[in-house]
C-alpha cells in the first residue's frame, strides 16, 4: 500500500489479527510484526496508532471487553419473554467463540491487562465477568418472575455458565459441536427452570 494512505478499520484489522494468531499458534508467537504480518500491513502502523506493544494489547482487550459487555447487556430486559435457557443460550453465543477465545487466552497470560480494561470501563467488565454479571442480573429477574425456582442460587448459577465458557475458551473447542455442547450444558443447569421447557 502507498505511503500515507489511511486503511479504513485499521485497528479492526489489526485486532482480528490478533484472534486469528493466538487460535493459531497460542500466544508464545504474539509479537507487534507477526500482529501486523497476519494483518497484511506494515509493522510501523501499529506504532502508529498505538505507544508500544503492550498499549496494543490493551486496546484490544478494552475494545472486546466493551463489545462482550454491550452484546449482553439487555439480558436481564429479556426475562419474562422465550425461554430461560434459550435466553441464555442466545446471550452467550452473542459474541463469536474465537474472540471470547482470544480474550480469555490473552487475560489469563496477562492479568494485567484485567486491571487495564476494568480501569476504563469500570469494575466487573473485563473479558467474562460481564457475561455473568448480566446472566446473573437476568436468572434474579426470572427468579422474581417465578420462571427460576424461588431457592436457586442465581449467582451461582451465572458462574457455571460462565465456567462453560471459560472451559470452551481455554481448551480452544470451537469446533462445529461447541455450540451444541453449550446448549446442552445450558440445558442442564437450567432444568428445574419451569420455563425452559416452554416456547
Given at each position: 500500500?502507498?505511503?500515507?494512505?489511511?486503511?479504513?478499520?485499521?485497528?479492526?484489522?489489526?485486532?482480528?489479527?490478533?484472534?486469528?494468531?493466538?487460535?493459531?499458534?497460542?500466544?508464545?508467537?504474539?509479537?507487534?510484526?507477526?500482529?501486523?504480518?497476519?494483518?497484511?500491513?506494515?509493522?510501523?502502523?501499529?506504532?502508529?496508532?498505538?505507544?508500544?506493544?503492550?498499549?496494543?494489547?490493551?486496546?484490544?482487550?478494552?475494545?472486546?471487553?466493551?463489545?462482550?459487555?454491550?452484546?449482553?447487556?439487555?439480558?436481564?430486559?429479556?426475562?419474562?419473554?422465550?425461554?430461560?435457557?434459550?435466553?441464555?443460550?442466545?446471550?452467550?453465543?452473542?459474541?463469536?467463540?474465537?474472540?471470547?477465545?482470544?480474550?480469555?487466552?490473552?487475560?489469563?497470560?496477562?492479568?494485567e491487562l484485567a486491571a487495564n480494561v476494568e480501569a476504563t470501563l469500570g469494575s466487573g467488565i473485563s473479558g467474562l465477568q460481564g457475561i455473568e454479571r448480566a446472566i446473573a442480573g437476568y436468572l434474579a429477574a426470572e427468579q422474581r418472575l417465578g420462571r427460576v425456582p424461588a431457592g436457586a442460587d442465581t449467582e451461582a448459577l451465572a458462574l457455571a455458565v460462565v465456567g462453560v465458557l471459560h472451559h470452551v475458551a481455554l481448551t480452544g473447542q470451537t469446533d462445529s459441536t461447541t455450540d451444541n455442547r453449550i446448549q446442552r450444558a445450558i440445558d442442564a443447569l437450567t432444568d428445574g427452570c419451569p420455563a425452559a421447557a416452554l416456547s
Open positions: 500500500m502507498p505511503r500515507g494512505v489511511a486503511i479504513p478499520g485499521l485497528r479492526q484489522q489489526l485486532f482480528a489479527a490478533v484472534e486469528r494468531l493466538i487460535a493459531q499458534d497460542g500466544l508464545s508467537r504474539l509479537t507487534g510484526r507477526a500482529v501486523t504480518r497476519e494483518a497484511g500491513v506494515a509493522t510501523g502502523l501499529l506504532y502508529a496508532h498505538f505507544a508500544n506493544f503492550d498499549d496494543f494489547l490493551t486496546g484490544y482487550a478494552i475494545d472486546r471487553a466493551f463489545h462482550i459487555s454491550g452484546a449482553v447487556a439487555d439480558l436481564p430486559e429479556r426475562a419474562g419473554s422465550g425461554t430461560v435457557a434459550g435466553n441464555l443460550h442466545q446471550a452467550v453465543l452473542t459474541t463469536p467463540l474465537g474472540t471470547l477465545t482470544a480474550l480469555t487466552r490473552l487475560t489469563a497470560f496477562r492479568p
